[in-house]
């Protein structure tokens, strides 16, 4: 069976006549409590992140402004998605390297996190992480 690697979930707006109000919440677009929360921002142009996979964390990547695309790869084929939307949310589960290109120059990309950072839960050579995925 073929599974997107590509898992969007939709954020609840509650926005009106005075602006815009989106809500991620546990149980409903957030499908874990939250540990950590963190934003990238300001990115230079033609600056590209991410390069590295995680062993067990959980995220969910909303682009609260601007826009940025990115990419998940899980050893053997990658996907990539325009997140461009407060409205859409991309879940990023344990074992996917992930790039983040294209970043507009207003990009404010929140990151929901379900740990604290651990630089130990990272793998951030591409030839170890597809040896990694392959056992
Ligand atoms: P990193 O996750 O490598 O960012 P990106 O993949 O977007 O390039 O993080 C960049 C630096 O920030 C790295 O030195 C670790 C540090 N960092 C923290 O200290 N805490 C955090 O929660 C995150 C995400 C990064």
């Avoid at 979930?9 to 149980?27: F, K, M, N, T």
């Avoid at 990238?40 to 909303?62: D, E, M, N, Y």
């Avoid at 929140?110 to 056992?135: C, G, H, N, P, Q």
Wanted: aromatic share 8%; net charge neutral; proline share 4%.
């Amino acid at each position: 069976m073929n599974t997107s690697l590509i898992q969007l979930v939709h954020i609840p707006q509650r926005g009106d006549a005075r602006g815009g109000l989106s809500v991620a919440e546990l149980g409903v677009a957030l499908p874990f409590p939250v540990r950590r929360v963190y934003w990238i921002h300001g990115t230079k142009p033609g600056v590209s992140r991410g390069f590295h996979a995680h062993k067990k964390l959980h995220q969910l990547c909303v682009c609260v402004a601007g826009s940025v695309r990115l990419s998940l790869f899980d050893g053997k084929s990658e996907e990539s998605v325009v997140l461009d939307s407060s409205a859409k949310g991309l879940l990023v589960g344990p074992g996917l390297w992930r790039e983040m290109h294209d970043f507009s120059p207003d990009c404010v990309l929140m990151v929901f996190a379900d740990a604290e950072y651990d630089e130990a839960d990272y793998i951030r050579d591409k030839l170890t992480f597809i040896s990694y995925a392959s056992t």
